[in-house]
């Protein structure tokens, strides 16, 4: 993937009773968790996302059903289908996402490491544009 987007093979614990994955602060996840949400009972056709985050990194998983999430990264984009529990995507700040083709049982859990701040937002592709290509230039002539 980008770099900046990664896709994470959660692992399972599983015994005679079933399966169990858990996730703590480390290489797969790596920032203190400030906040986990859940996504559920999206509507058929619809799409979410369609924005980019300044600082927000996350790790996102589809406990339950699948859905296909876009990345763009400013310069390429990629698509993965998260369609296990155990297959998470890590993503990181300035990447411009969308999430697609929600399956009806999608359940889609994310784990952020900020609390909720609409001024972290990024939501028009434009001044996500802007804001990449600056910085891009700016690392090229530091
Ligand atoms: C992301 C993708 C994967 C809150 O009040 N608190 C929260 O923690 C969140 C996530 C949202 N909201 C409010 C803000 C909006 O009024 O809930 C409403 C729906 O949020 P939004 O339109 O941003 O939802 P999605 O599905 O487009 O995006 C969400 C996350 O917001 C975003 O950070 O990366 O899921």
Same mark, same amino acid.
């Given at each position: 993937?980008?770099? +900046? +987007?990664?896709?994470?093979?959660?692992? @399972?614990?599983?015994?005679?009773?079933?399966?169990?994955?858990? =996730? /703590?602060?480390? $290489?797969?996840?790596?920032?203190?968790?400030?906040?986990?949400?859940?996504?559920?009972?999206?509507?058929?056709?619809?799409?979410?996302?369609?924005? $980019?985050?300044?600082?927000?990194?996350?790790? $996102?998983?589809?406990?339950?059903?699948? %859905?296909?999430?876009?990345?763009?990264?400013?310069?390429?984009?990629?698509?993965? *289908?998260?369609?296990?529990?155990?297959?998470? @995507? #890590?993503?990181?700040?300035?990447? *411009?996402?969308?999430?697609?083709? #929600?399956? /009806?049982? %999608?359940? =889609?859990?994310? #784990?952020?490491?900020? /609390?909720?701040?609409?001024?972290?937002?990024?939501?028009?592709?434009?001044?996500?544009?802007?804001? @990449?290509?600056?910085?891009?230039? =700016?690392?090229? +002539?530091?």
């Amino acid at each position: 993937m980008s770099g +900046t +987007t990664q896709l994470v093979e959660l692992e @399972v614990i599983g015994d005679h009773r079933g399966s169990l994955v858990s =996730l /703590e602060k480390g $290489a797969k996840l790596p920032f203190d968790i400030k906040r986990v949400y859940y996504i559920f009972g999206t509507l058929p056709n619809v799409s979410r996302g369609f924005h $980019a985050h300044k600082k927000l990194r996350q790790l $996102a998983v589809c406990v339950s059903g699948k %859905c296909r999430m876009l990345m763009d990264n400013g310069q390429s984009k990629e698509e993965v *289908w998260l369609d296990s529990p155990k297959k998470g @995507v #890590f993503i990181n700040n300035l990447i *411009w996402r969308e999430m697609h083709d #929600f399956s /009806e049982d %999608c359940v =889609l859990v994310v #784990f952020a490491s900020h /609390e909720y701040d609409e001024s972290d937002y990024i939501r028009n592709y434009e001044d996500f544009k802007n804001i @990449v290509d600056k910085n891009s230039v =700016l690392s090229r +002539t530091s």
